[in-house]
């Protein structure tokens, strides 16, 4: 059985920075695409990132452009979400999803399996 897991969560204060970290316990991360998807109190989650297995290609959310930036190291088995310029509204749990597949996708069904998500909580 496959399993993500999320880490580098916490509390920062708006402006702050953070870095997460999915990392698998196969070697599954190195072959599909990965996606960060977040979801707040109350709400529906919601798509962040994704990444495709070669790294070339990446998508964002509207909301985090040009203040998240997602990576992978293939031989770390290791996908990272770098945070900057966190904002209140970020605030969420954010959870790493794979697909059996190098596409990446910003669709929340196209992933088969998920982690048990990391909080990101941002104060004012």
């Known amino acids: 059985q496959v399993q993500l897991v999320e880490s580098g969560g916490g509390l920062v204060q708006a402006g702050g920075s953070l870095r997460l970290t999915c990392a698998a316990s196969?070697?599954?991360?190195?072959?599909?695409?990965i996606g960060w998807f977040c979801q707040a109190p109350g709400k529906e989650r919601e798509f962040a990132a994704a990444?495709?297995?070669?790294?070339?290609?990446?998508y964002y959310a509207d909301s985090v452009k040009g203040r998240f930036t997602i990576s992978r190291d293939n031989g770390k088995n290791t996908v990272y979400l770098q945070m900057d310029s966190l904002k209140p509204e970020d605030t969420a749990l954010y959870f790493c999803?794979?697909?059996?597949?190098?596409?990446?996708?910003?669709?929340?069904?196209?992933?088969?399996?998920w982690g048990q998500g990391t909080q990101v909580t941002v104060s004012p």
């Open positions: 999803a794979g697909r059996r597949t190098v596409l990446a996708s910003t669709a929340l069904d196209d992933y088969d399996y």
């Open positions: 990444i495709s297995w070669s790294g070339g290609t990446t």
């Open positions: 196969r070697r599954t991360i190195s072959s599909g695409a």
